[in-house]
């Protein structure tokens, strides 16, 4: 099937940087699960291999020897992740995974008071966050039920409304010590208005925090011109940075010189120039890099260079573009195939979607997980969430418009056979 968006789509021969999933007969899949999990860059297992073959080849001296020298490894992913979240290179770091980051950002920046312990965060949030949330909240000696905060969505949409986050703070921002909400939802695909949103807060004296995991690499993001005083996110889903890849923090650069934060330490947050003199008092690096433990996972790292390259080749907003234009083209088709069995739960306005369309079939949730499972029959790897919906990301780095409209297809035919 041919569509003629290919070939006038700017990032067309993007796709041949990519390895996707085949089915048993060899045909391939339409992949659309990037919310979850970025497909493979080909690249990827040569960056990993200069790696293997250099700890063969030189083993410890690998530190400081090559072109690819282990010690500052991790320094080159500076700049191009902050380019992808608008941040100055000294306010991001790759480091560990997103939970481990967000538990090491809320040592320093959720710092409860009896008079200000409170956390806003959205009812429903990602498990991992609202554990995390919970178990900080303990670990200070308070009780979750009186801590958190939860912002409900809206009933009729299933969405959060700004005004009703904005309305929150107003409300309870002298006692708030913490905002903590997701860029983008991890279920319904909607981008939130993070500049109005971190502005509120600060305006409040709320620290606040953004999760990225849905949000990077696939919506354009100005963490340090909304002023956001930090972010975590993971890059294995729209980035592609392979599974468990190695996942990145921001700290706003006006808490970079704060030596006197709380913070747990670790050699590889020490001063740089000092730290192999091995004294007993660790002196953070100013920046993100001052949050770093241990020494970085380089195996794990290398696949995500493979990644940013490819980010950078396209250019963030030529992926935006293309995805805005991809997930228009989906709703089209989607109204005119299946407009009355299908509802579309992700926000239409440009502003408040990304890539992911969160689709709820009609019907009870068993005939949702039906349609779904005919789907992966048909091809169409996408991912179901509890209790029924259906989520799919066209990624524009590797996804066409023939995709897209295949995917509608597959879908109208499972949801008549369902
Ligand atoms: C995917 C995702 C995570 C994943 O956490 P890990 O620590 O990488 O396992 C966390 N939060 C949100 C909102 C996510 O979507």
Known sequence: MTDPRDAADPLRAMRARFRLPRQADGTPCIYLCGNSLGAQPVAAGERIRDILDDWA???????????????PYHEQFAA?????VGAK???VVAMNTLTVNLHLLLVSFYR????????????GAFPSDRYALVTQARFHGYSPEATLIEVDARPDTGLLATEDVLAAIEREGARIALVLLPGVQYLTGQVLDMARITAAARHHGCMIGWDLAHAIGNVPLSLHDWGADFAVWCSYKYLCGGPGAVA???VHERHAQARELPRFGGWWGHNKSTRFEMGPDFEPIAGAEGWQLSNPPVLALAPLLAALDCYAAAGMHAVREKSLAQG?????????RLKSRVRCLTPEAPAERGCQLSLRVEGDAEHGRRVFADLKRLGVIGDWREPNVIRVAAHPLYNTYAEVAQFVECLAQAVNQS
């Open 328 to 336: 228009q083209y989906a709703r089209e088709l989607l109204a005119a």
């Open 80 to 84: 191009p992740l902050a380019r992808l």
């Open 89 to 91: 290179p000294a306010e």
């Open 112 to 123: 409860p008071t009896p008079a200000r312990s409170r956390i806003l965060c959205e009812r």
């Open 57 to 71: 080849e030189l083993a410890v001296l690998g530190h400081h020897h090559g072109p690819r020298q282990w010690m």
């Open 248 to 250: 990145g923090a921001f």
